[in-house]
């Protein structure tokens, strides 16, 4: 337990000890040291725990445990001790802090560093030395990934079954063009998917001038998937209405044809307007001899699609050739340059199957 007189201090320091405090400040002095006293600085000005802890990236714990010792010994108790400077840990010491790190749900260089200067007065000047810890404790540094909770697996994995088989037994009529097999997506180019990655001078800035970074484009594309044909329309947005324009415009390729659709469950791929085409186009007719039939890809599975590896392929070029794209206009003229009626052929092509090509003149 404090005494009374050394929590008076604690919270009222004296103005020569303020002042010894700002000359230590502005003395240039160890990181490690700045970083003790610029706390008890900031928390003495009124600032509280919590905004200290966002500001200077330290552990209120840490905070609490100078500004004590600040105030039972000074400026002198801020500097590095002698076991502070050296930054060893004995063998026991490191189990503990693997441990802690083993029991951790995540974790970062600064957390790690604030928890071994809070616990074991030790502060590293060397990051290897934290990184080796994190490497004991079997963590490494890794990109992290997205994942959806709602995604399925064991329903993913039987759609993909049933879109082979559907195709699989279909086989002789995609071949000889009896059934067009379409699989279709949406894009929605913005203004700002020019912007990435890229390479330059390292200290120049690269900026693009981007007026409204949100001022977009909407495409259907479709790719054959017997051909490997892949065929694009714009429209404004992507509704019920534009959906079934892009549906009649593909079966007017191939008139005579049936059509088997494969897409995703976009609203306006199973709304009203789409309903009330099936039902007209396809009639009383058995569902063998539908003119347009379709077929839902996975919920939550974007990489059931091909399509969206040529929407990423054609990005992709704009950001490589950003410093020629100085308008919208040019984007969207570029953009469809590289995908319009392309001829596609990557393995993602070929998850459902692989069927020949059998139409004249045309080279998968």
């Not at 490191?94 to 974790?107: D, G, M, P, V």
């Not at 060397?126 to 810890?133: E, P, V």
Request: charged share 30%; aromatic share 14%; glycine share 4%.
């Amino acid at each position: 337990m404090l005494k009374s007189n050394q929590k008076r201090n604690i919270q009222e320091p004296e103005g020569d000890a303020l002042r010894e405090l700002e000359e230590f400040i502005e003395s240039n002095p160890d990181p490690r040291e700045l970083k003790r006293a610029l706390a008890v600085r900031i928390l003495i000005e009124g600032l509280s725990r919590t905004q200290i802890q966002i500001v200077l990236g330290v552990s209120i714990p840490f905070i609490s445990k100078w500004k004590v010792n600040f105030a039972l010994g000074g400026v002198e108790a801020l500097r590095l001790g002698y076991r502070g400077s050296v930054g060893y840990l004995n063998p026991e010491e490191r189990e503990e802090i693997i441990e802690w790190l083993k029991n951790q749900k995540s974790w970062n260089l600064l957390e790690l560093e604030n928890y071994i200067e809070d616990n074991y007065n030790v502060f590293f000047k060397s990051k290897q030395s934290y990184y080796d810890l994190f490497k004991e404790a079997g963590i490494s540094w890794k990109k992290s990934q997205k994942k959806n909770p709602k995604r399925d697996d064991e329903l993913v994995k039987n759609k993909h079954k049933e879109i082979y088989d559907i195709l699989e037994s279909n086989r002789d009529d995609i071949e000889a063009g009896r059934l067009v097999v379409y699989i279709i997506d949406e894009c929605h180019l913005l203004w700002g998917d020019v912007c990435g990655y890229v390479w330059g001078k390292t200290q120049e800035r690269i900026e693009i001038p981007i007026i409204n970074e949100r001022e977009r484009q909407t495409y259907y594309g479709a790719i054959n998937y017997a051909t490997k044909q892949f065929i694009k329309q714009e429209y404004e947005v992507a509704n019920s209405e534009n959906t079934v324009s892009f549906l009649k415009y593909l079966l007017s390729l191939n008139p005579e044809s049936r059509h088997l659709i494969i897409w995703d469950g976009a609203s306006y791929h199973r709304y009203k307007e789409m309903k009330d085409y099936l039902r007209e186009i396809n009639q009383e007719l058995e569902a063998s001899e539908w003119p347009l039939r379709c077929v839902l890809l996975a919920p939550n599975a974007p990489e059931q699609n091909p399509v969206e590896d040529i929407w990423l392929n054609a990005k992709n070029w704009l950001r490589r050739c950003w410093y020629e794209l100085r308008s919208f206009s040019l984007i969207k003229w570029f953009f469809s340059f590289i995908i319009e009626r392309q001829f596609y052929d990557f393995p993602k092509l070929h998850k459902y199957g692989f069927f020949e090509l059998k139409l004249e003149g045309l080279s998968a």
